[in-house]
């Protein structure tokens, strides 16, 4: 599971945003089987969270694939409903902002934002540092201290990890 991080305001009159009460609701996009003693099926049934006096919500999300993202219906007193399709990484933490939003037809990236789990790969203590290719898009560059090309197949990097 993924904590996603909420921190929801509205604009207040003098320039200082207030916090926005309200409630969100999440439900994946389609049935999906989880592995276990008994295989699971996850049903896209939708469940609610309500934000806290503050504007924060912290809600506890499964990590997507490429076959299914979550639906997030966003219902904040006093502003019009909306809903966004975002993939969730499998890190311990993301702020909303971060997530990635998706075409639900299709699943790819609705923008070209900066992926939740590539500054999540930013972030590792494994010094690793990821930047997209500035030539292609859908190319991640991988920067790492020690590494080096497998010998029998030219498409295999050995990246020896220590750990702490």
């Keep these: 599971m993924t904590l ?6 509205r604009p207040n009159p003098g320039g200082v945003n207030a ?3 309200g409630e969100v609701s999440f439900s994946p996009t389609r049935s999906r089987v989880v592995a276990g003693d008994v295989s ?8 609610t969270v309500k934000a806290g006096v503050d504007g924060r919500l912290d809600v506890d999300l499964a990590a997507t694939s490429v076959e299914w993202a979550w639906r997030v219906y966003v219902q904040i007193n006093g502003v019009p409903r909306f809903t966004e399709y975002v993939t969730v990484p499998d ?16 699943l ?13 790969l930013d972030q590792a203590q ?6 997209v290719d500035p030539d292609d898009p859908e190319v991640l560059i991988l920067h790492y201290p020690s590494w080096q090309a497998d010998p029998t197949d030219n498409f295999v990097l050995i990246m020896p990890i220590q750990e702490a």
């Excluded at 494994?126 to 930047?131: K, P, Y």
């Design 4 to 9: 996603v991080r909420f921190f929801l305001t």
């Design 91 to 106: 890190v311990e933490a993301v702020d909303f902002t971060d997530l990635v939003r998706v075409d639900p037809a299709t």
């Design 40 to 47: 699971e099926l996850v049903l896209p049934a939708p469940f």
């Design 19 to 21: 916090a926005a009460s």
């Design 108 to 120: 790819e990236p609705s923008a070209d934002p900066e992926a939740a789990w590539w500054a999540a």
């Design 126 to 131: 494994l010094g690793v540092h990821a930047i």
